[in-house]
């Protein structure tokens, strides 16, 4: 499994492109893996024969750990195959694989892998999978092998109806991950209501310069609201919480297939220009699919806009380990009493969610304020 950014520490394998005994040429695409909601193809790193896939798709694997084997030109790939499926397990190393090709004595690794099925089904019949004896490529435990244990009575996942769509790459992927958050977090939401009526007037003034959009000014007030209330500048893990100097802020993109947040580095130390040209290049690399691991890693605060789709509130979900999440509404004109009069003003809905664990009530509405306030204030000439 290749390493491709710096944070990247295992990736899921979405697709095999070649199956076991299929010729493959140096340069070729092999497979495709998922990080980050950021999709690879993978390319033979040799020309020979597939011998073996030690994981089938969908698994996810650490970086570095071996997931196939090539037989080079010249090499009995069957038999190269076959000692590897003696080990019992997989090779945790290039080193092992490499000894696998050419020793007669089987090379014992510590780990046997298992496919998320088996886990899954593992979990929910309660068995400890150090007593499942695996019979998949390279000792592989498998759904199959957990279901043997239990009698074989397990339930079967019924068909879907005609036309149904099974849960697979990015969006599999964001589906684990939101009920991952749900479980392990204590969310709350507040909601405000914010007079955008100057913001929406700094827009019209600022497009006569350059592309900006009412995104690249909510990402200004929030990027300011966090450095005046660093405890939601945070992520967590575990027991433990990392309040962050600088403000990268992670910005969701919807794409066809679901959401992904490229992250704005040091938001905090940007002028409105700099963030509306580093949010128009994210975005679009986003769609292209041209995003990297690092482009989506590492974010300190989210920020999801929905006010293009005529909401006006509702609930974000945390993009873990943060700890709080933006969620926007659409603009409207509507009557609101104003320097003691009712007249028309443009109005917005922002919805905050946080984890209650971290941050209480008070402290995430007085940053909530905090930002409503940046986006009322009359700019500074020196703000663009």
Not at 121 to 148: N, Q, Y
Request: neutral net charge; glycine residues 8%; contains cysteine.
């Amino acid at each position: 499994m290749p390493k491709f950014g710096l944070t990247m520490q295992e990736g899921t394998i979405q697709q095999w492109f070649k199956a076991p005994g299929d010729l493959v040429r140096k340069g070729e695409p092999l497979f495709e893996v998922e990080t980050e909601k950021v999709l690879y193809e993978v390319e033979a790193p040799a020309t020979g024969t597939l011998a073996l896939r030690v994981y089938d798709t969908e698994a996810t694997v650490p970086c570095a750990t071996v997931i196939a084997v090539i037989a080079l030109e010249g090499e009995d790939a069957a038999a190269i195959a076959a000692r590897y499926r003696a080990q019992g397990a997989a090779a945790p190393t290039p080193q092992a694989a490499r000894e696998v090709r050419t020793s007669p004595s089987p090379v014992r690794a510590g780990n046997v892998p298992v496919t998320p099925a088996a886990r899954r089904a593992a979990k929910d019949h309660g068995i400890d999978l150090t007593s499942v004896r695996g019979t998949g490529p390279g000792g592989r435990i498998t759904r199959e092998d957990v279901e043997a244990v239990v009698g074989g009575h397990a339930i079967e996942p019924q068909p879907c109806a005609t036309g149904g769509v099974q849960l697979r790459g990015r969006r599999r992927v964001i589906a684990e991950r939101m009920l991952e958050s749900i479980r392990s977090t204590a969310q709350l939401t507040i909601c405000t209501e914010a007079d955008v009526t100057t913001m929406v007037a700094r827009r019209e003034q600022l497009a006569r310069d350059f592309p900006v959009t009412y995104t690249d000014l909510l990402i200004e007030a929030v990027a300011a609201a966090l450095r005046a209330h660093p405890r939601l500048n945070a992520t967590v893990s575990g027991d433990r919480v990392r309040v962050h100097d600088s403000v990268d802020l992670a910005v969701a993109v919807a794409l066809d297939d679901g959401l992904i947040a490229p992250v704005i580095r040091s938001a905090h130390t940007m002028t409105i220009r700099q963030l509306a040209e580093e949010s128009r290049r994210l975005a679009a690399r986003a769609r292209a699919g041209a995003l990297e691991v690092d482009d989506v890693a590492g974010g300190t605060f989210t920020i999801t806009n929905l006010g293009m789709y005529g909401v006006d509130a509702f609930t974000p979900i945390l993009h873990l380990p943060q700890v709080a999440i933006l969620g926007v509404g659409r603009i409207v004109a509507k009557p609101a009493v104003h320097e003691g009069c009712i007249v028309p003003r443009r109005m917005m809905t922002l919805s905050l969610t946080f984890d209650h664990r971290i941050v209480d009530g008070a402290p995430a509405a007085e940053f909530l304020q905090a930002i409503v306030s940046r986006l009322q204030a009359e700019p500074s000439p020196a703000a663009a």
